[in-house]
């Protein structure tokens, strides 16, 4: 990290899928003074960003914001809805769905892990229809909660969330809907309120464009009820008196007053821009991405091209290639940052994140970073991605909607 001697000109390269590179802007707004958490300029700046996000959310609900990585939230999801011994169904799409059902084991729950065989599942979304026969086959409501994650980080699978709830509907089952779209938030559409979500969970360094350290629960009428009941141990995590303090822009203790700065920051620019282009420049880049692999020969983690992932791509390495080593080249040579495989993809895969501040030209010279790196370290690639991805971005024509826009 602290080669000062290398590569000391121009910026490097954060192209992994989270943390995602910081605008300028929101490092400026983050410089403020902190001022006092229970002063009057305080008030303001917490009731902007709370109703500002739930924008983001697509919800009415209250949404809880934690000083607290998305684990932290992940935690207060599960922590306020749920009780000692509760069964809750989980799906396995890869890492970070496996993590969360570590969690939910070590704090007392009882987690059963839906997925397809091997790493099949790690190549494709949730399977609404094995929810669906699960929860029918559950006649007595023993199931709690349906957990999924919406973006899987690990993988570049973005599930169909809307079809998890019309499997549960459909199966005429009870459980909670908990959802982590820690990675997903501002960068796919996501609707909290309309896919009938009860906890979702996320976090500021993916979509949102911040640095680590704040997260969130936006959360349903259905959610709040269930949380009068939950037995589980909590605290810090407990949503009644921040709800409570939250009505005039406060929290129970200190909040993380330089983030939220940027968090209101982070909301203006992602408002002005307008969510549905947000969207759209994600997919426009992914695709972009895709094609590159593609031209290159190489395989697309992501095996199902209907939950393909706006935010990051993840690309397989030929057998007998360390992908792990691609990516070591790749940073001390071109100064770049990329995913590398979690899991069970540990060195079989890296990951291209094209999420947040990120544009057509960054993107273009992330793609050339890699296919340098790919051809250093000796993977043989079939054709340069690049004139596939140049030719792509171009026939989006997006330098003339953006100057139009302005
Ligand atoms: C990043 C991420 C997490 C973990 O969040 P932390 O902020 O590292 O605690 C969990 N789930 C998904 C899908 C993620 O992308």
């Known amino acids: 990290m602290l080669k000062l001697d290398f590569h000391p000109a121009g910026r490097h390269f ?16 983050m410089s403020y003074p902190t001022i006092d958490h229970r002063g009057p300029e305080f008030g303001a700046l917490g009731l902007k960003v709370l109703e500002g996000i739930k924008k983001i959310f697509k ?14 939230a992940w935690e207060a999801a599960l922590s306020n809805t749920l009780s000692p011994g509760d069964h809750v169904l989980m799906f396995e799409t890869g890492h970070f769905a496996t993590l969360w059902k570590k969690m939910a084991e070590s704090l007392g729950l009882k987690p059963e892990f839906l997925g397809l065989p091997g790493i099949e599942g790690w190549r494709r979304g949730v399977q609404p229809q094995m929810i669906e026969a699960r929860l029918r086959e559950d006649t007595q409501h023993a199931i ?23 499997a549960i509907d459909a199966a005429g089952h009870p ?9 997903g938030l501002a960068c796919a559409d996501y609707r909290h309120d309309d896919w009938g979500v009860d906890v979702t969970v996320s976090g500021s360094q993916k979509g949102l464009m911040l640095p680590p350290g704040i997260s969130f629960n936006a959360v349903s009428p259905k959610a709040v009820a269930a949380s009068k ?18 009505k005039s822009g406060y929290w129970p203790y200190t909040p993380n007053t330089n983030l939220l700065y940027g968090l209101s920051e982070a909301l203006d620019m992602i408002l002005d821009e307008g969510l549905d282009n947000v969207f759209a420049r994600h997919e426009r880049l992914a695709e972009a991405s895709r094609r590159a692999v593609r031209a290159w020969g190489l395989e697309i983690q992501c095996a199902d091209p209907s939950v393909y992932s706006p935010v990051l791509t993840g690309v397989m390495m030929p057998e007998g290639i360390d992908a792990d080593a691609v990516r070591k080249t790749i940073y001390e040579r071109f100064d770049m940052s990329l995913g590398t495989g979690l899991g ?8 291209i994140g094209h999420l947040g501040d990120c544009n057509d030209l960054t993107l273009l010279a992330t793609l050339a970073g890699c296919e340098m790196g790919l051809k250093l370290a ?20 997006q330098g003339a909607a953006l100057k139009a826009a302005a």
């Open 14 to 29: 954060l192209q992994i899928p989270g943390p995602s590179p910081v605008p300028d802007r929101i490092l400026r707004a």
């Open 175 to 183: 459980a909670l809907l908990l959802v982590d779209t820690i990675s």
């Open 344 to 351: 069970k993809m540990k060195g079989r895969m890296f990951r």
């Open 144 to 166: 709690k909660a349906v957990c999924v994650v919406h973006n899987e980080t690990s993988t570049g699978v973005t599930s169909d969330i809307a079809a998890v709830r019309r």
């Open 229 to 246: 009941q939950a037995r589980l141990p909590r605290s810090f995590w407990d949503w009644t008196e921040i709800n409570e303090m939250n």
């Open 378 to 397: 000796g993977v043989p690639i079939a054709a340069s991605g690049l004139p596939a991805a140049m030719e792509w971005l171009t026939s989006q024509a």
């Open 59 to 72: 919800t009415q609900q209250p949404v809880i914001i934690y000083p607290a990585s998305g684990t932290g």
